[in-house]
């Protein structure tokens, strides 16, 4: 079953890629110069894409499809050590598969570095916001209705391209991905690190309050 549970974290980290740079591809040619509607087509394509995938693959492996959560998961035991690098491993190759088949659907090079910028601490502390909030969102959602972790997250990500001034990364495989994208959804390489670090600090903030939140109360 290992197997199929990796082979689902490669394909969906590969269909939430190709969606995310193929709509912003889309939006960008087709919104005439207007950002903002560039930038809606790109979230709602992403967020109903997020619905469907975690709907679809949950089941076999968790439908993580982030380095970040999986992370999670490992350090709170669900995951073992060499589950987490074959999932990361997973994740990371089926993100860049998932731009290049983007890239080919659009006629565009195949291979590319980004030119856009993502820097500085405003963007930085938006990744940590936007990975808190996907943590956060995952783990109670699960606790309390595992069924609506689909529509949970995906709303979620909608909701967070808007109110972050990142658009909501709030994935290292994906931002490793959108690096190799000079399009609409893409990050310079120089910026990806900082991201990463970000999202990974959110992420961890967000398990640690987590538990905190759900712990048994003595004498309650």
């Known amino acids: 079953m290992r197997a199929q549970r990796i082979t689902a974290e490669a394909l969906g980290t590969g269909l939430l890629l190709a969606t995310v740079i193929g709509s912003g591809i889309m939006g960008e040619r087709l919104a005439g110069g207007n950002v903002a509607l560039a930038l809606l ?3 709602l394509a992403t967020g109903a894409i997020l619905v469907v995938l975690i709907t679809s693959l949950g089941p076999i492996s968790g439908a993580h499809f982030n380095p970040a959560v999986s992370t999670v998961f490992a350090l709170r035991r669900e995951l073992s050590p060499g589950e987490l690098v074959s999932y990361v491993l997973a994740q ?5 598969a998932g731009v290049l088949i983007a890239h080919g659907m659009f006629d565009e090079p195949l291979l590319q570095l980004s030119t856009k910028a ?3 601490p405003a963007q930085w502390l938006s990744e940590a916001v936007a990975a808190f909030g996907l943590v956060l969102t995952i783990v ?3 606790r ?3 069924a609506a972790v689909a529509a949970s997250v995906g709303l979620y990500i909608t909701a967070a391209y808007w109110f972050t001034a990142s658009t ?3 994935n290292p495989a994906v931002t490793l991905a959108r690096a190799l994208s000079d399009t609409f959804a893409g990050i310079r390489p120089v910026d990806v690190v900082p991201f990463i670090v970000a ?3 959110g992420a961890m903030a967000a398990m640690i309050i987590c538990h905190w939140l759900v712990r ?3 004498g309650a």
Do not use: E, H, M, Y
């Open 92 to 96: 990371i190759a089926g993100g860049i």
């Open 199 to 201: 999202q990974l600090v």
């Open 118 to 120: 993502r820097s500085g």
């Open 168 to 170: 909501s990364f709030a």
């Open 41 to 43: 087509g790109n979230t």
């Open 140 to 142: 109670l959602t699960l």
């Open 216 to 218: 048994p109360r003595v």
């Open 144 to 146: 309390t209705k595992p």
